[in-house]
């Protein structure tokens, strides 16, 4: 559904993708993580088309994505920290993405509306809300139009437990239609029962990109953290066995 | 386009500024033609209003409030839209807010007190200023991300076309006095809109016979039909160029 083929992206000096290939299908859902910095906002910028990669192609449905825009139409974004004018209420912002948006006929999904319990601030306006309220809406935008492919960016990052439980709730929903998940998140505990394929990145590189149920078997342990943990002492580990070869 | 215009306008209508603007505007109109008995007199000091303070406040105004949309910029740009439609879009509602603040402002009390092909003629170039420096602060704004060095840029720009332009053209005037420059300068005032619209505001107002034998030369020029005609391709030249220019701009940038 989504293929990328030798992406690269430079800030000025810094290289923030270095050719990265890959490939993601229908009703995966993906873990993207990595320490800060290390390419995963941009990478999903990329695909979004909010930052145009300096090299290689991306792809949607095999069609390049690079000056088309249809192609957005598939896609839910949440952003990692939304931005919205400050001026506008809550209902202005539903009301003018269903404007923008609007599939004919089908009515918009407002589920994530409802249990947030968004209908009764309707009328407040943006520059008000607190960073979790902003989240909210946010996410309740994402999924409003059914979009093929949702792309959560640290999606539960200032949202209070309850919430974040309801906001979860709703992925699974949606990864069980068979839509295209990818989350990048921090909190690896709470990605154990929504993914089935994780991906590292580090420097703008992918270190490695398995299945949940192969980095399981691989590392014998059954929760994400440790296993990343895990593997990550083990690279840590052969990289300083390498330098000392060197030296 | 439609849609996204409307809440564009909406959201600039909301900022009161542009209602304040036109407020502004209206005042000093009306005063300007109570003060004199004259009403030619009030045309003349409407002059130095339309020339200098609506490109100031038009091309502040714009420069500010794209800076102040990046936010909705971010989120439009993210959303099944062509950046060209989110661009354009931005700039019509800017142009548009604005050139219906000026109509209102000073299209209202010349058409009331002056109602001659002078009058019309001042709001006509004033229109076009509104929109020319719209345009040219998209162009100011693409330049960087740095709000206070966009604004700075956008003062400077002004700054060059109401005063240092004109110091320049004085400066050649009398370096090259000995030659003839009078097509020369014909050439010069199109590098200029601001110059553009006090040409052909000047010669309706018939006093271009104190600028003398250069001003023959202008009048000759700028007076027929197909000089006015050439001189509004030219402020439309500086409509459609830095929007040009900022659209380009605008298609490669990383949001």
Redesign the interface.
Known sequence: MIELKNVSKK?GKLQVLNNINTRFGEGECIALLGPNGCGKTTMI?SI?????PDGGEILFDNAPVKKD?????EIG?M?QIG??????TISHIIS??K???KENGEKPDEELVNKFGLNEMMNKKMRTLSGGTTQKVSAALAFMFRPRVLILDEPTAGLDPVSSLKLKEKIIKEKEKGKLILITSHILSELDDLVSKVVYMNEGRFLFEKPLEDLREETGEQKLEHAIAKIMNQQSAQYIKLQKHIA | MKKLLKYVIADIIQNKIVLIYTALLLIISFSVFNLENNASKGIASLLNLVLLIVPLICIIFSTIYIYNSSEFIELLVSQPLKRKTIWLSLFLGLATSLSIAFLAGVGIPVLIYHADPTGVILIISGLFLTIAFVSIAMFAAGLTRDKAKGIGIAIALWLFFAVIFDAIVLFLLFQFQEYPLEDAMVVMSFLNPIDLSRIQILLQMDISALMGYTGAVFREFFGSTLGIALSFTGLLIWIVTPLFLSLKTFRKKDL
């Open positions: 800030f910028k979004l088309g909010m930052v145009l825009w249809q192609y957005r139409k974004y952003p931005r919205y004018p400050e001026n506008m003018m993405m404007d923008i948006r």
